[in-house]
């Protein structure tokens, strides 16, 4: 039996599926990698073809893979931990395990917990949006960037 990879699998390397196949947190990813790079941090991982995977974090109920990791060039090298939300993500309630691991996970690394969040949608505006449902599930980013 082949069991080679078929479709979308083989175009695109482990790690980047479904950031890959979700245009909208694809290109928001693709611009955040690059503004990470163009400002001097190191050691950039992303869900994106191209670039190596962030290593994935073990949790409790589920394990998880970031969007996007990097050290920043201050001089503790400070990581960062990025997560890519669109208006679909923003009030789905299977975000709730992957934002605590990703918030967990940068306690104990020191990282800084980044989101970013398109700058507008058919909605309306998406980081009170998410910046509330954060603080429902009493969970603290570093930044919410809207691009």
């Known amino acids: 039996m ?3 990879n078929t479709g ?3 175009l695109f390397s482990p790690g980047c599926e479904p950031v890959v196949e979700d245009e909208e947190r694809r290109r928001l990813l693709w611009l955040m990698a690059e503004y990470f790079r163009t400002i ?3 050691d ?7 670039f190596m995977p962030p290593p994935i974090l073990s949790g409790t109920i589920e394990d998880h893979r970031p969007d996007f990791t990097c050290r920043q060039s201050d001089s503790a090298r400070t990581p960062i931990i990025l997560e890519i939300v669109t208006p679909g993500m923003v009030e789905d309630p ?11 996970a940068a ?4 990282a800084e917990l980044h989101f970013v969040v398109p700058k ?3 909605r309306g ?3 009170p949006v998410l910046k509330r449902r954060l603080a429902r599930m009493e969970l603290t980013a570093n930044r919410v960037w809207t691009v």
Do not use: F, M
């Open 94 to 104: 299977t975000t709730e395990n992957r934002w605590s691991l990703l918030s967990s």
């Open 107 to 110: 306690k104990l690394y020191n």
């Open 44 to 50: 950039l991982k992303a869900r994106l073809p191209g």
């Open 40 to 42: 001097g941090c190191t």
């Open 120 to 122: 507008w949608a058919p």
């Open 125 to 127: 505006a998406v980081d």
């Open 2 to 4: 082949d069991n080679t």
């Open 8 to 10: 979308k699998e083989a």
